[in-house]
């Protein structure tokens, strides 16, 4: 073999691996349900997964409680979860299992958390953070007290493995929210600055029909110990 045809082939070679490692994962079955892997993330929509949950987090935080997608039981209140860019699925804290009716729209992506911490400079400890250093190593210690056999992410019935590598934090953010009205009940403050740290999922634009989307996971040990969520979505995409 000549030395330029061994060099064409190595070449070959190794763009067909790179184009392995970061293409999206197309689920067995043919769901309609692809995701992205944090690697592709930035060429598939610009922002890294750690760059969209800051924007996660900003978009709910500013969402007053009584139409927050975190705290809603049924469904109704997910439209307040698009942005233009992205259609934002939510997590939802009480540890109950909770079932969500939602429409969304066939030609934006869908990004939500598997399970997910934040820890600011407006809250009270373990979850307070006086300065930027602080609020990312208040929010890394409590995720990393995530059960790792206790998360679950199925895709229409079709079990995603290999999550660990969906862990993303957050860059620092700063944040607005309702007064008085707030997820995180926080009284007579309307701004603050944060960092997130958990398991998130980015889910290229969904093939046009009805979904099913099941996330689950559990703070197992530390500060957040008992944290949990449960979380199925019943999608229709138009």
Request: hydrophobic share 45%; aromatic share 10%.
């Amino acid at each position: 073999m000549s030395e330029k045809v061994y060099r064409r082939l190595i070449a070959t070679l190794v763009t067909a691996v790179l184009a392995f490692v970061i293409a999206p994962t197309a689920l067995a079955g043919g769901t309609g349900l692809t995701l992205v892997p944090p690697a592709a993330s930035s060429a598939q929509i610009g922002k890294t997964y750690g760059e969209l949950s800051a924007v996660w987090w900003q978009t709910m935080l500013g969402i007053a409680v009584e139409n927050n997608p975190t705290l809603d039981l049924t469904g109704a209140n997910c439209r307040f979860g698009e942005t233009t860019q992205v259609f934002f699925l939510a997590g939802q804290g009480t540890g109950e299992p909770v079932t969500r009716s939602c429409t969304v729209f066939a030609a934006k992506p869908l990004f939500f958390p598997i399970i997910n911490v934040e820890c600011s400079n407006v809250e009270n400890p373990p979850f307070f953070g006086a300065t930027d250093a602080d609020r990312e190593a208040c929010a890394s210690q409590i995720a990393d007290g995530i059960g790792i056999r206790s998360w679950k992410l199925t895709l229409d019935g079709v079990d995603v493995g290999n999550l660990g590598r969906l862990r993303a934090a957050s860059p620092p953010f700063d944040f607005t929210m309702p007064r008085n009205d707030n997820i995180l009940f926080v009284r007579s403050k309307t701004s603050g600055r944060s960092a997130s740290d958990g398991f998130w999922v980015l889910l290229q634009p969904p093939a046009r029909g009805s979904h099913v989307i099941h996330f689950s996971g559990i703070v197992a040990s530390g500060v957040g110990a008992g944290f949990s969520q449960d979380v199925t979505y019943d999608l229709t995409v138009l």
